[in-house]
Structures are given as C-alpha cells and as structure tokens.
C-alpha cells in the first residue's frame, strides 16, 4: 500500500510553508514512492478570514510591537488552553476533515503550532495517523505543546529542553535540525556565483527582511548608500512590492553595487556571493544562511518569537546584533576589511559540520513510515 504524508503548514510569512517544501523535497529524494502534499490550512479553507487576521497581525508587530510582545510572553511556557485551541479551529480550521477526505495519511506532519493544534483536536476525535511537529524556530512557544503529537522534530538541545520542561516526554522529541531545500544542500564557488549573477569582485553585503519585507531594511539601506562606491549592496525585499518600489523610484538606489531584489527563488545563489548577512532572525533563513557558511548580524527582530531566536543565535556565538543603526559603519570597517570577520566565519563553519538538511526527511522515512 502506497505510504502517504500529508504536510499542514499556514501562510503566515513564508518559513513554515518552505520548511514544509524543504522537508517534501527531503522524502521525495529518500523515499520516492511516499506521496506527500503539503497546505497551507487556512489559507485552503477561509482566505479572507486569514487574510483579515495575518494582515492584524502584520499592523501589530509594526505599529504596536510592545503590546504584541506581551501578548506572546503571557504563558508562552506553558500549552494552550482547550478554548484557545477552539479559537483556533474556529478562526482558521473549521471544515478541515473536508481537506484530509479521502486522504488516508499514515503521517501528519505540521510546520505550524496553528496546524499542529488542529491536527491534535483530530486525534482526539479519533482520527488514526501519526502526528508529527516540526518547530520552525530556535526555541519553542507554548502554543507547539500538544500531548497528543507522537514525535516533535526540533533543532536544537534548548528546544528539547523547553518541550520537556512543557511535559512532553523526552522519548517524543528527535533533533534533526531543520530542512532546508536541495539548493542550499551543496556549497557553490563565491567568484562563479558573482559573475553568473552580474555582480563585481568587492565585499558584498546582503539585507533580507523575510518574504513579508521587515526588519528595517529601509532605514538600512538609507545607511549603507554613503558605502556604494566600496561595496556591493544586495537588497531583498520578499513579497513587500511597495517597499521594492520605493527603493526603485529612488534615484539614490540607482548604482551599479546597489541590487534590488524581490522575492526570488534561487535566493541561495545570492547568499553564496555575499560575504554577509543582516536579517531578522526568522528561525528557516537564519538556518538556511549558516547552512552557507553566511556570517549573520541580525536587525529588528519581530517582538516574541524572533527576539528568543536572535538570544539564541547570540549567545551561541552564530551571530551577532545590531542594536543601533549608527554603528553600521563599525560593523562593515571590522567585517568586511579585517580580520574580525574570520572569527564570525569560524564559529558558523562549526555550526555548518553538524547540519544534516535531509535528517528530518530521513527520520519520518526511516521512523514513521
């Protein structure tokens, strides 16, 4: 009989999604003959109501950051309640079993704590498959805490711990890392990478924001325009077209070592020819961009979440951040003309020995399949 794994992700910014992706990608290579689909649940079942909510979401984080952080700190130690749970399959999962119908899975693995909640409320109902958790993140929220999930696949000790602080058994919890797609799989040449995409000899310093555009990258950007004549400038700006926009319709952007990118899929290619990134700390680029060998300075974390990946990454030595704008200058004397920049770059080529993109991928083929 024909194996089948089914991946429940949601279309809140675009790491879960691509986490799921990476770990599809990761099956299909060991195990070809396991069909796996992944949706993205709410956007399936109520578009506009997820729309609605995303969009308050987004408001928040930019307009009123410090009520939000307070909104993810309260109880973030400890699993949901049952009513927000019901809240949840309300606002977002109402009518699920209508998307698993006639789908059978033996495996569920969801890559968002939203998904993962629903996907519990099913095995209480009496649904059979194993069900699987992957934590997109460094650390783990409350909200990913669920008795009835078999195996949480997590990416890192710290992780293990807080799960298990939680009151997840231990015999429940796998470290595999994170999947990344195939692209980021294998290193490719700095110098062939740069004149594939067009791109000069000089040190190359590359801003991200995510797929929604965040993090500051305009008042970054602004900042690095007295370096455009010393270096290379590679501005992504993901979904964020207004943003993409603006920096267009500025004549200031218009430089030979400024490049402006939006959301583009061979974003590793990219990463390749820089010799360093400043991005908020979404828990799929961070690992995708050690898993380049890419020295890390992270900028405006989104409040709750990305602020305990950027601790995490920090105080084990995989990045460092910027606290103030102004010392931007500092930052590129020290990382990209001296010797300062070895030491970032030998502790993430540490990191880079032990991430096995495919171990998530080879843990459901070999232990749940």
Known sequence: ???????????????????GEA????????????????????QELHPFTTKLIVNSYLNMIVNSPL?????????????????????????????????????????IVCTHPFTSSTASRLKKMGYTFTLC??????????AW?????????????YVFKQLIDMGIPKNRIAITGMPIRSNFWVRKNKQEMRKKLNLKELPTLMIMGGGLGLGGIKQLSHALL????????????????????????????????????????????????ADLLITKPGGLTCYEALAKGLPLFIYQPIPGHEEKNCDFLVNNQLARKIDDIENINDILENLLFSSQKECLYQSTSEFQKIIDPLASADFIVKHLL
């Open 133 to 142: 958790t992957l934590v997109t993140d460094f650390h783990v929220h409350g």
């Open 1 to 19: 009989m024909e194996k089948k794994v089914i991946i429940l992700s949601e279309a809140i910014g675009n790491g879960h999604t691509k986490a």
């Open 145 to 157: 805490a669920h008795s009835e999930v078999d195996i949480y696949m997590v990416s890192n000790k």
């Open 67 to 107: 009520l939000w952080r307070k909104i993810y700190l309260y109880k973030h130690n400890m699993p949901l309640s049952n009513w927000k749970k019901y809240v949840i399959h309300q606002l977002f999962h109402r009518q699920v079993e209508l998307l698993l119908n006639n789908k059978n899975p033996h495996v």
């Open 23 to 42: 770990l599809m990608q990761g099956i299909s290579h060991l195990a070809p003959s396991v069909h796996t689909q992944i949706f993205e649940v709410g």
């Open 226 to 273: 007295k370096w455009k004549e010393k270096i290379q400038v590679i501005i992504c700006t993901g979904n964020n077209e207004s943003l993409r926009s603006s920096f267009l319709k500025d004549a200031r952007f218009h430089h030979s070592n400024i490049h402006i990118l939006g959301f583009i899929d061979l974003i590793d290619e990219w990463m390749e020819a």
